[in-house]
């Protein structure tokens, strides 16, 4: 069973904490997504699982092994990196078979492995060739099938997809995500594009500025996020500032009354009985749960005219950004159903934005983690 | 074409044609069948690269002149490539001025080096009674002195934009550093290593200056037994000889060539 158990880990360069106190454990065959803006400490993390970053403090297990001190060759982690890193003078057959002539297998079992290697990522017939006269896409499948073909206790990736083309990108993603399921290889790929997170991840960490931030599936980090930064780090999400006048009460700074449920709370969100009253908080509002009408629809707790100040046509849905009667801007997601009785807003039109009481999520009003660190 | 153009062109044609006239002469003047040299010749002959064989001199100068080149050139690298790795690669106090000094000789005048060369094996051979002046380890040891300089410069050339997570690569599919040097550093930098044996070879094969005061009787390299001879008589072997050594020296510079373009580096 191979899983891999990260214990407070932490790098430092000098000053620059790029990653600190990052504690998790990854179950055999899970596949788990690093997901944070640029210079969080994604690759930093990686690189230290795969030996090649020392860790300044905490403890690495791979399978139970501890391998903190283990030099990167003996570790047995399989790398995807960013660029490929393929050998440039060995041809792709030649460049699959190296990690399994570094473990001194004979030469048939060598061959046999590289052969179905290829067949696995499905380039039988270019084994031959240098990976300079490979594209794109097939060296990125040379790359994977050497970094599979170890049988790694650990399969890292590296913004593998990043030099895809946008279609070349979804393919390979569900070929990647079949075989790690297929193979049971227990993963941690590193990404910046949210799409690919979602679509790939059995579970996503979100990082910022060296820190986890929070950990869950896409369901939890997109319903109830810990805190404004993964709010507004997964998804799309509004921000109206304010203070919590009583439970189930907010006043935005521009003056609205807004009501929302704090049931449905997460453990790191602010239960409205917990809070004292008069305390400043942010409301979270998904712009696709917004409705945007005519008239002020009565069903719904909040209603809030506005007008329409800018119109985006998304295809599936039109992106409105009302500019609300307190002053403050709200974002909302209409659907495109293209149903006779659906009408699009024009700039300037009078609208009612409205929604019920559950879609509103209340949030320490923190700076975003990053602003911190600038 | 404009007319600056045309200027430029005419100015770099009598350039080159200034480059390589002597080398024409030389070579025409090889195959001049009178043994005074006389214009325009009676005839022509292939008789003096025959002539070459019979001069001990010529015959002995070549074979030291390539003992020393192959001894040089293997030291050069021997030393010049650890030395571009670390340079290449590591950040440490004096790095640069180290990476400087490695490059001097190529500043220093041959006489001022071959002096200095000279009054240092003098010294050692007093004090250790080693027979070091006028012998074969005294000649490459001298000039390796100018091969590693240049295999510095040709080997740092060819791993500049080297890749070196390929390196990471090999170590993550569990070759050690050893393993990863000679299956993956080594062969890609062994263009700028073939270049750099090749010049270093080039180099030490040509040398004069230094190298004349470091000859003794019975030891000398061709380029000095050529001197030697022009001391006492100028006569078509003279040019065979020469002949000879452009075309050594020109085949080693357009193989080196092909590993490393030599315009970059020069
Ligand atoms: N060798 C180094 N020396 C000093 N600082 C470093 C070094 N490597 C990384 N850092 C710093 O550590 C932080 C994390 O870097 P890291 O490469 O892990 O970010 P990342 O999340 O992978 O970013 P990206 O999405 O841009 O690849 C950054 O602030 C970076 O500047
Ligand atoms: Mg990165």
Avoid at chain 1, 187 to 207: G, I, N, P, Y
Wanted: net charge neutral.
């Amino acid at each position: 069973m191979a899983r891999i158990e990260l214990e407070a880990i932490s790098k430092r360069y000098g000053d620059v904490h790029a990653v600190r106190d990052f504690s998790l454990v990854i179950e055999h065959g899970e596949l788990v997504v690093l997901l944070g803006p640029s210079g969080c400490g994604k690759t930093t993390t990686l690189r230290m699982i795969a030996g090649f970053v020392p860790a300044t403090s905490g403890r690495i297990r791979l399978g139970g092994r501890d391998v903190t001190n283990m030099p990167a060759h003996r570790r047995n982690t399989g790398l995807v990196f960013q660029g490929y890193a393929l050998f440039p003078h060995l041809t792709a057959a030649e460049n699959i078979a190296f990690g399994l002539q570094m473990r001194k297998l004979p030469e048939p079992v060598v061959r046999e492995k590289v052969t179905r290697a290829l067949r696995l990522v499905r380039l039988d017939d270019l084994g031959d060739r240098l990976p300079r006269q490979l594209s794109g896409g097939q060296q990125q499948r040379v790359a994977l099938a050497r970094a599979l073909v170890i049988e790694p206790d650990a399969l890292l990736l590296d913004e593998p997809l990043s030099n895809l083309d946008a279609k070349l990108r979804e393919e390979v993603r569900v070929e990647i995500r079949q075989l790690q399921r297929a193979l049971g290889l227990t993963t941690v790929m590193v990404t910046h594009d949210q799409d690919e997170a979602l679509a790939m991840a059995d579970r996503l960490v979100v990082m910022s500025a060296g820190a986890i931030q929070q950990i869950g599936t896409q369901r939890e980090l997109y319903e109830h996020p810990r805190n404004r930064f993964v709010a507004g780090f997964v998804g799309r999400t509004n921000f109206l500032r304010g203070l919590l006048v009583e439970p189930g009460v907010f006043r935005s700074d521009g003056g609205l009354t807004l009501r929302y449920d704090g049931r449905s709370a997460p453990a790191g969100a602010v239960a409205p009985g917990a809070s004292p009253s008069g305390a400043r908080r942010a409301l979270a509002l998904r712009p696709e749960r917004l409705a945007i009408g005519a008239l002020a629809d009565s069903a719904r707790a909040n209603r809030v005219a506005g007008t329409v100040e800018f119109a985006s046509y998304l295809g599936a849905i039109i992106e409105y950004y009302v500019r609300l009667s307190s002053g403050e801007i709200l974002r909302v997601h209409a659907p495109n159903t293209g149903a006779a009785g659906d009408r699009a807003w024009a700039l300037g039109e009078t609208v009612h934005v409205s929604w019920p009481v559950e879609v509103g999520l209340v949030l320490e009003d923190e700076h975003q983690p990053e602003e911190d660190h600038r | 074409m404009t007319a600056g153009r045309a200027a430029l062109l005419v100015a770099a044609g009598l350039a080159l044609g200034f480059i390589l006239l002597p080398l024409v002469l030389v070579s025409w003047l090889s195959f001049f069948r009178d043994e005074v040299v006389v214009f325009p010749p009676s005839g022509y002959t292939l008789r003096w690269f025959r002539a070459i064989l019979d001069q001990r001199n010529f015959v002995d100068g070549f074979v030291t002149s390539l003992e020393v080149g192959v001894f040089a050139m293997l030291a050069g690298l021997a030393l010049g490539v650890p030395a571009s790795l670390c340079l290449a690669r590591y950040r440490f106090p004096g790095r640069e001025s180290l990476g400087l000094v490695l490059l001097t000789p190529l500043v220093v005048p041959g006489v001022v080096a071959g002096t200095a060369i000279y009054v240092f094996q003098v010294e050692t051979e007093i004090l250790t009674r080693l027979p070091l002046v006028a012998s074969l380890p005294g000649l490459v040891l001298a000039h390796v002195v100018v091969t590693i300089p240049w295999t510095v410069r040709l080997v740092t050339a060819s791993l500049v934009g080297f890749d070196r997570t390929v390196e990471e690569a090999a170590q993550n599919l569990g070759a050690g550093p050893w393993t990863t040097f000679r299956r993956v550093t080594l062969p890609l930098i062994r263009p700028g290593m073939v270049a750099a044996a090749l010049f270093g070879f080039v180099i030490s094969f040509g040398n004069l200056e230094m190298t004349l005061f470091l000859i003794g009787p019975g030891r000398t390299t061709l380029p000095i037994a050529i001197l030697q001879y022009l001391e006492w008589r100028i006569d078509p072997v003279i040019a065979a000889v020469s002949l000879l050594q452009i075309v050594i020296i020109g085949a080693a510079m357009v193989a080196t060539d092909r590993y490393v373009k030599l315009a970059r580096v020069l």
